[in-house]
């Protein structure tokens, strides 16, 4: 084993820790991980700006600089002619903050020049987390660190909540939003629904690292064969806590806990994410048939904790919760109406929506629709530049992992954790879509995270092609003797 760099203990920390004391929206540590980050990533920047090859750059990460840019933009202070131009709305709000003897030549496009400041920042620490990360994720060593980070984080995650929910009176051990403001097991998060997100983005990559394992497994197994000539009740134990099943333990645990969460959403797309590991990997017709049944005991185990009346009492919910999401979403369409080109600005939602929701006491922070909420902040044109390079980003690997091999015993490692990836980056867009966005930065770093690991094994397989290291074991008898005729002499 290779020694590791002071800069990768750093990102492992960082990683490691963030779920745990960042899963809240606390600003304090927010900015503490993000100034850390930030701290980081520039000076390795800065120290190895030499060393950098243009081969470690595409074109397609550096286009969220001009976001970012238009970000700064809207911050600066603009002469009122182009207000009247770019946000004719804008500029018609500050008439009432005009004077007499007091005319306003120049303003900001942003209602909230803090709050997008702040995004800008924020948007600039993630960028230079991914090129960071993706310098460091070079050695296989680290990347198999950080796939286990996933494994360990989202466990321990998954456990703290189990243990709320089977234990909601005992004394747990503290941490910042450690009780969901709803009642229902959060982990270390302050909403069920963003455990419930945090666990979708896990699990999907502990499954694919312990696929990618269970070549170890079956090797030590042959060892045994060979030595003992068959397995014992001992090896059979040993075998069961094996290092290679470890992340299919992790994966129980954190579908366990995503159910007992019972974020709605949250379980939809855990069972979306089966399906298409169900679909999407071949797996052996036995494993298909036990994935169905999981699927089908998860929905009865779900329906059986809430019960008849809860069932009930959660559909008349999810009513009234679409019916304040539609007024929100109406406040929303109506702000991207009148600020189509340049947006509120990021973070100016929360202050603007009491000038367009009609109903009194509602008030949200966010139009609860990830698209919608990028629209009315960003602007039409930006958002739509945005989808159109994420969208294009999904298709490139999309297209790998069609052209992959059809029989699982064929694939190799890079290859299984590029689905198990774009699966976590799938779960995450889909809840981003459908609740809106998480602005969490738990959630940000790990998507990031992923992104650039993606990233990292997409260049080597275009330098050196996909490795020969298969998931399985060869079919072959354990004391194989080439076959000879008898009366010729065998030849080696």
């Not at 800065?46 to 286009?63: E, I």
């Not at 994420?390 to 298709?395: P, Y």
């Amino acid at each position: 084993m290779k020694k590791i760099k002071l800069d990768s203990w750093i990102l492992f920390f960082v990683i490691a820790t963030i779920p745990f004391f960042s899963g809240t929206r606390q600003p304090l540590v927010s900015v503490l991980y993000l100034f850390v980050t930030f701290l980081a990533a520039g000076t390795w920047a800065v120290l190895n700006s030499k060393n950098l090859s243009t081969r470690d750059f595409t074109v397609k990460p550096f286009l969220i600089l001009g976001i970012l840019a238009f970000l700064v933009l809207t911050t600066l202070d603009l002469p009122l002619a182009v207000i009247e131009v770019v946000s004719p709305v804008r500029a018609e709000n500050l008439l009432p903050a005009m004077q007499p003897e007091q005319f306003i030549k120049t303003t900001s496009l942003s209602y909230y020049v803090p709050g997008t400041q702040f995004y800008a920042v924020y948007g600039l620490t993630l960028f230079l987390l991914f090129y960071f990360s993706a310098a460091l994720l070079k050695n296989a060593q680290n990347r198999a660190i950080l796939l286990w980070i996933f494994v360990i984080a989202g466990g321990l995650e998954a456990v703290y909540g189990i243990l709320q929910a089977v234990f909601p009176a005992a004394p747990l051990p503290g941490f910042p939003g450690s009780s969901s403001t709803e009642g229902y097991p959060a982990g270390t998060f302050s909403n069920h629904n963003h455990y419930a997100a945090f666990l979708n983005i896990c699990w999907p990559v502990a499954m694919v690292l312990g696929i990618s394992r269970i070549k170890n497994l079956f090797e030590k197994v042959e060892v045994i064969k060979i030595k003992n000539k068959k397995l014992f009740l001992s090896d059979r134990l040993g075998l069961i806590f094996h290092r290679a099943l470890l992340p299919f333990w992790a994966t129980g645990i954190m579908l366990a806990a995503i159910i007992l969460s019972r974020s709605f959403t949250g379980i939809v797309i855990m069972f979306i994410l089966v399906l298409l590991c169900r679909i999407v990997i071949p797996f052996q017709r036995p494993i298909k048939i036990i994935l169905s049944g999981a699927i089908y005991s998860a929905l009865l185990v779900y329906g059986w904790i809430l019960g008849v009346e809860g069932i009930i009492s959660r559909s008349t919910l999810l009513i009234h919760a679409a019916q304040a999401r539609f007024s929100t979403w109406t406040a929303g369409l109506e702000m991207l109406q009148d600020h189509l080109y340049s947006g509120i600005g990021m973070g100016a939602f929360q202050f603007m929506a009491p000038f367009y929701i009609s109903q009194p006491g509602t008030l949200m922070d966010q139009p609860l629709a990830g698209s919608l909420e990028l629209a009315v902040q960003l602007g039409l044109p930006v958002t739509l530049f945005f989808l159109a390079w994420l969208l294009a980003g999904m298709a490139v690997y999309a297209r790998s992992i069609y052209r992959m091999p059809r029989k699982i015993q064929k694939m190799s490692r890079d290859e299984i954790i590029i689905i198990g990836s774009c699966f976590a980056l799938a779960g995450l867009i889909i809840n981003i879509a459908a609740a809106g966005l998480i602005h969490t930065p738990a959630m940000a770093f790990y998507a990031v995270l992923l992104l650039a690991l993606l990233h990292r094994i997409m260049l080597s397989i275009k330098d050196t092609g996909y490795t020969p290291d298969y998931l399985f074991l060869q079919k072959k008898p354990v004391n194989f003797v080439p076959y000879r005729k008898p009366g010729r002499r065998f030849r080696r």
